[in-house]
């Protein structure tokens, strides 16, 4: 990834469940620059809510933590990274496939990273048990090449 | 979150509106809860029409009202979804 980033911006907020809307729409702004389409970003706003609330959910399990968001614009690509200093996640491929919850109790469908592998174009997983978990996503912009 | 329950037909229609997100879904649910348990309709229809956001919270939501439904009235399929 040695691709020049034309753009970037940071936020870091509390691990409160009131924020996630403040996130999805804060990236949503940042991403209309590359003009999407609507459909565009309402992807990027439900992969960006899928990776917050798990983070407040599972990483952090209620306590308060800071969620870390980076999001860069790359050759008409938005890349958007999310991380938190939680407790990580033992099985990636687990945890990715569908319907697949570590909380059936809290009613979660467990749909979590499937919403975000369908609805962006890459999807990188990175997690430490007892450090915290990173999520990198990607979407084209295809506007932006015309 | 609005509601109209017809008596005739123990239809309850709960019609959803603004964003259905992981904080928001938690109030839903326990006025959907309120309302079904309150009328114990027949059949019970969510009318999306008005929702702009959902993420898999809101499948969640609503797997979790049709378990609900399901065990209060055993073998009947009763939620319908509007969109």
Known sequence: ?146 | MDWKYEKEDKLLTLTLTGEIDHHTAEKIRRKVDYEIQRYMPKKTIFDFAYVNFMDSAGIGLLIGRYKMVTMLRRNTRNIKCKT
């Not at chain 1, 590359?34 to 899928?50: C, G, H, N, R, Y």
């Open chain 1, 1 to 146: 990834m040695n691709n020049v980033c034309e753009n970037e911006m940071k936020l870091e907020f509390l691990s409160k469940s009131s924020n996630e809307a403040f996130a999805r729409i804060t990236v949503a702004a940042f991403a209309s620059q590359l003009d999407p389409t609507i459909e565009e970003l309402a992807d990027i706003k439900t992969a960006v809510s899928e990776a917050v609330t798990n983070s407040i959910i599972h990483a952090y399990e209620g306590k308060v933590g800071l969620v870390k968001i980076v999001c860069q614009i790359i050759e008409g690509c938005i890349q958007i990274e999310i991380s938190d200093t939680g407790k990580g996640i033992e099985d990636i491929e687990i945890a990715k496939q569908p319907l697949y919850t570590s909380k059936p109790d809290l009613e979660r469908s467990g749909m979590g990273f499937t919403i975000m592998e369908s609805f962006m174009d890459e999807l990188k997983i990175e997690s430490i048990v007892g450090l915290g978990t990173k999520i990198t996503m990607k979407k084209n912009i295809k506007k932006a090449f015309d």
